[in-house]
Every structure is written in structure tokens, then in C-alpha cells.
């Protein structure tokens, strides 16, 4: 992904870093971080999401801004429960699921014809929005708005996504 993004900068004066989000370094204080795609639900330790906002709001120039997304208990109780097998023009794709508790297990099969089996395992959780809230005051950074959203029209319900909006002071 990283690669991709340097050819679609063609030049531009953008400084790309790849890091563990719990303990990067920018180098140098920056305007507004994003932590997109709900990344942030793989960390499963609740100490690890305030690790990681620490250091959100360490590169943050005062007046900063922090956006993020996370799935909700919502989402994963509708997205990361049943069997999933998908097909299309050339894979099956099929997920299963195991929960215990705020943790969801995901184990991925995609099949090609005349390829191996390609089987990965994801792990990801839950956050409650005060766990959340109490993460980011801890770090140093102050809540400033939450927008429920549902960007997955067959699925149900409008609380399945959240997006997060914080600064530092």
C-alpha cells in the first residue's frame, strides 16, 4: 500500500512511514493524523489503544487533529459472526468466525484454480465508547465529536461504524 501511495504522490513532498501504530515516530510534529479502515479494532488490548494515542498526540502540533474510525459491537455482531463464502470471476473467498467475548477471531480461505489455498487468521475487537473516550483524555487529547454511520447498505442498522474526531489541546 505504501508503494502505491508513493507513485500516486508523483513527487509531492509527502514522507511516508510504516510503523507499529503503538509506538511510531514521526519525527517532526504534524497538523492531523488518520487511522482509517477500522485498523485501530485489531489492537486487543484496551492499554494499547491509549499507547497508540499517546503517540497520536506526541507528533500533533497544538490545535491537531486526530480522525479515526472504529467498527462497533454492532458491526461485529452483524458482520463477524455467520460463515461467509463469496465467489466471483475466479476465487472463492470464505470467512469463519469465533468469538469470545469483545475478541473476533476471522479465519480467511481464498481459492484460485491452479493456486494453493491462501489462509490467513485476523484478529479484532471491540472498544466500548468509554473506553475510548477515557483512552483519549489519558493521552492528552480532547474528544470533540463521534458520527455513528452504516456504510454497508444491506446490512441493518445505522451504528455499525464511528467516526472519531479528537485534537491535542
Not at 21 to 46: E, G, I, W
Not at 88 to 94: D, R, V
Not at 146 to 164: I, M, R
Request: include cysteine; charge should be positive; charged fraction near 20%.
Amino acid at each position: 500500500m505504501l508503494h502505491k501511495a508513493q507513485i500516486r504522490a508523483a513527487g509531492r513532498p509527502i514522507t511516508f512511514l510504516e510503523a507499529d501504530m503503538r509506538t511510531f515516530d514521526t519525527h517532526k510534529p504534524v497538523d492531523a493524523v488518520t487511522c482509517l479502515y477500522a485498523s485501530l479494532n485489531h489492537l486487543l488490548d484496551p492499554d494499547d489503544l491509549t499507547r497508540t494515542f499517546t503517540r497520536v498526540a506526541a507528533h500533533l502540533r497544538p490545535g491537531g487533529v486526530f480522525v479515526f474510525d472504529l467498527n462497533s459491537d454492532h458491526a461485529f455482531k452483524a458482520l463477524w459472526r455467520s460463515p461467509v463464502t463469496e465467489r466471483g470471476p475466479g476465487f472463492t473467498l470464505q470467512r469463519r468466525f469465533q468469538s469470545n467475548g469483545a475478541q473476533t477471531t476471522m479465519r480467511l480461505q481464498i481459492e484460485r484454480p491452479n493456486h494453493p489455498p491462501v489462509r490467513d487468521t485476523l484478529t479484532a475487537r471491540s472498544f466500548r465508547e468509554s473506553t475510548v473516550r477515557t483512552s483519549l483524555v489519558d493521552a492528552g487529547l480532547t474528544f470533540r465529536d463521534l458520527a455513528h454511520f452504516n456504510p454497508f447498505p444491506s446490512v441493518p442498522g445505522t451504528k455499525l461504524k464511528q467516526l472519531w474526531t479528537a485534537t491535542y489541546r
